[in-house]
């Protein structure tokens, strides 16, 4: 199995910037298409950014869009997080999904592997 561990959460002034980080073991990390959600209290978990397994393609929520950049490299996928907005605040999850359907990688329920998240707090 592929086990995912976020870092990089915390908390940060409006309009600031985080960098998450989501590192990989098991598995053939470059094999798989990459994706960030993230779930605040009283919300579903919602798709925030993904990255296909050669990193040749991204998608955005259009809520994050011009702000956050997802990237990845031989051993981690990250996502950076700049103009932070407090409803911007949640705990941020990576996970991982064998290559499908580009459009699958927008529903959680399609990747099989999930990170124990990470908390980001933005303060007004």
């Known amino acids: 199995q592929v086990q995912l561990v976020e870092s990089g959460g915390g908390l940060v002034q409006a309009g600031g910037s985080l960098r998450l980080s989501c590192a990989a073991s098991?598995?053939?990390?470059?094999?798989?298409?990459m994706g960030w959600f993230r779930q605040a209290p009283g919300k579903e978990r919602e798709f925030v950014a993904a990255?296909?397994?050669?990193?040749?393609t991204t998608d955005y929520a259009d809520s994050v869009k011009g702000r956050f950049t997802i990237s990845r490299d031989n051993a981690k996928v990250y996502l950076q997080m700049n103009s932070l907005k407090p409803e911007d605040t949640a705990v941020y999850y990576c996970?991982?999904?064998?290559?499908?359907?580009?459009?699958?990688?927008?529903?959680?329920?399609?990747?099989?592997?999930w990170g124990q998240g990470t908390q980001v707090t933005v303060s007004s």
């Open positions: 990255i296909s397994w050669s990193g040749s």
């Open positions: 098991g598995g053939t990390f470059s094999s798989y298409h």
């Open positions: 996970a991982a999904t064998r290559p499908t359907y580009w459009s699958a990688t927008r529903t959680p329920a399609n990747y099989a592997y």
